[in-house]
């Protein structure tokens, strides 16, 4: 599904399957840049992504400039697309290829994008950035991105043509169209992890790691004041839904098949079963982030540094595993880290102890969807630390969030998330 002996680009393909920008990996290939079966070629680290990978110690992004005039902005090109005029915006961090019209939503896509690249460098851990700019593409028209699209992948095309609303990933290349102003921020952050561990990581995340962290990304709102967007991860009401509704009817999947599974097959499965593997992703990403008292947080810092430099093939060795685990995991190496089955990732990283990190996880999940946390979803909040602040038990004891149990899950059920006000929402077109 991956790895293929030859060096063979592949993409990271992503389809918009609801009112916000759910974005999903729909065929096969999800990364980019020639990879190896071959461990004589590369034994420890995979090979780096399209450009060098920056390794002096990491420093803080570039500022970005909020001014209204859009100082972020350091030169406005020409540009032609295959079919129409265009501009190329260039900041620090992005080059933006664009032929959208609106002068206002073109500075709010700089300013975003200026922004994303600071939340992706330090919210998780302190990463460096790319040692280069990276290409965006976002068109005005779907009909614009559909001829690019031919004209860049041939032969290839035909799978994302197929596809509804949305874009893909190729060689760190965002390649998206204009949804209406929310749905497009949202999917130019999501996208844009996956840009950014194109590259920058030497070793590849597993799948349930970098889609989580991609839909981790999502959250945020524009300030109704300055006009600046602010990233909080969970001001995702789309995730949250999805979640709060997959718990409601008993159809969440168990952590276990979540960690060895990939995105394209639950695809298979329909629309619904894969909004949920997104959305419980997004909660998997929280739950390393706070879950159990943030015991697993300075883990998640040491993976996400350790694909930076190469060295998770070390770090997976290092855990200690009977003899027969340790084969299937050289094994498993020599394709890459990718599909390393999930197990070893968190004995490594997180904890030996697999049922705890199962059952914490199940327990994490039903107090998001407790009945009164959309209002902290609304604010951007954890849930989670709201129930606790306010003195509240957790919502379940035995893990209602994949047993099934219909009356387990009615007593998760919540009220609808309030809509945000219209203060709050992106610029128009």
Same mark, same amino acid.
């Given at each position: 599904m991956l790895a293929r002996s030859t060096p063979t680009p592949r993409h990271d393909i992503r389809a918009l399957l609801s009112t916000a920008a759910l974005a999903i990996a729909a065929v096969a290939g999800c990364r980019a840049g020639p990879l190896t079966d071959d461990p004589r070629a590369m034994p420890e680290t995979e090979p780096a992504r399209a450009g060098s990978v920056t390794r002096a110690p990491v420093a803080a992004p570039e500022p970005v400039g909020m001014a209204p005039n859009g100082a972020v902005v350091r030169a406005v090109e020409p540009w032609r697309s295959t079919t129409r005029e265009g501009e190329r915006i260039i900041t620090p961090s992005f080059r933006i290829h664009t032929t959208m019209r609106s002068e206002e939503f073109k500075r709010l896509m700089a300013i975003f994008s200026e922004r994303a690249m600071a939340h992706w460098t330090t919210s998780l851990a302190p990463l460096p950035a790319p040692d280069r700019q990276l290409d965006t593409y976002v068109f005005?028209?779907?009909?614009?991105w559909a001829a690019h699209t031919r004209t860049k992948l041939g032969a290839e095309a035909g799978a994302y043509l197929a596809l509804g609303r949305g874009g893909y990933t190729s060689n760190a290349e965002a390649i998206l169209y204009d949804i209406g102003p929310g749905d497009t921020l949202t999917i130019l952050a999501h996208e844009g992890w996956h840009q950014f561990t194109q590259s920058l990581f030497r070793q590849e995340l597993p799948p349930w790691l970098e889609e989580g962290i991609a839909a981790y990304m999502e959250g945020h709102r524009i300030s109704p004041e300055s006009g600046e967007p602010i990233f909080t991860p969970w001001r995702n009401f789309e995730r949250f839904g999805e979640l709060r509704d997959a718990v409601r009817r008993g159809r969440t999947v168990p952590i276990d098949q979540i960690l060895d599974s990939t995105a394209q097959e639950y695809l298979a499965d329909g629309r619904d079963r894969l909004l949920t593997y997104y959305a419980q992703v997004w909660a998997l990403v929280h739950y390393l982030r706070e879950g159990e008292d943030g015991a697993y947080g300075s883990g998640l810092s040491r993976l996400l540094a350790d694909c930076v430099a190469g060295r998770v093939s070390d770090t997976l060795r290092s855990a200690p595993m009977p003899q027969d685990e340790a084969r299937a995991l050289d094994r498993a190496l020599r394709r890459g880290t990718r599909l390393v089955p999930g197990r070893y990732w968190i004995r490594a990283y997180f904890t030996p102890d697999l049922e705890r990190f199962a059952s914490g996880y199940r327990d994490f999940v039903d107090d998001i969807v407790a009945r009164g946390s959309g209002d902290a979803i609304w604010r951007g909040r954890s849930p989670v630390l709201a129930r606790r602040a306010a003195g509240a038990k957790p919502a379940s004891s035995g893990g209602s969030s994949s047993s099934g149990s219909d009356a387990a899950a009615a007593a998760v059920v *919540?009220?609808?998330? %309030?809509?945000?006000?219209? *203060?709050?929402?992106? %610029?128009?077109?």
């Open positions: 005005g028209s779907r009909d614009e *919540a009220p609808p998330v %309030p809509a945000p006000p219209p *203060a709050d929402q992106s %610029p128009r077109r």
